[in-house]
């Protein structure tokens, strides 16, 4: 099974890193996708990033194209994503999703964290 946790927000300044960190409680990871969503107040929910389950493959929203990674470490059962050049329109809360063998990229996420909260003001 899988309980999604989110880590590593914060509030800092723009033009600051943040590494947010996505886990699973309850064993394994290297057999899911994941994928990382964000939403901001009175905003949709949009995707940021999202890793294939094998980690072959990234993908990016434009928005944050140059300044996030996402990776994996199966040996930790964790999922980063590595945030640079952060902006006040990143402020959000930020969510990780994960599915089994997902490529990471519209996949249909069976899994979903609390979020954690991440705000740069302007």
């Known amino acids: 099974q899988v309980q999604l946790v989110e880590s590593g927000g914060g509030l800092v300044q723009a033009g600051d890193s943040l590494r947010l960190s996505c886990g699973n409680s309850?064993?394994?990871?290297?057999?899911?996708?994941v994928g990382w969503f964000r939403q901001a107040p009175g905003k949709e929910r949009e995707f940021v990033a999202g890793?294939?389950?094998?980690?072959?493959?990234?993908y990016y929203a434009e928005s944050v194209k140059g300044r996030f990674t996402i990776s994996r470490n199966n040996a930790k059962n964790t999922v980063y994503l590595q945030m640079n050049m952060l902006k006040p329109e990143d402020t959000a809360v930020y969510f990780c999703?994960?599915?089994?063998?997902?490529?990471?990229?519209?996949?249909?996420?069976?899994?979903w964290g609390q979020g954690t909260q991440v705000t740069i003001p302007s």
């Open positions: 890793i294939r389950w094998n980690g072959f493959n990234t």
């Open positions: 309850r064993g394994t990871f290297e057999r899911y996708g």
């Open positions: 999703a994960a599915k089994v063998y997902g490529l990471g990229y519209l996949d249909a996420y069976d899994y």
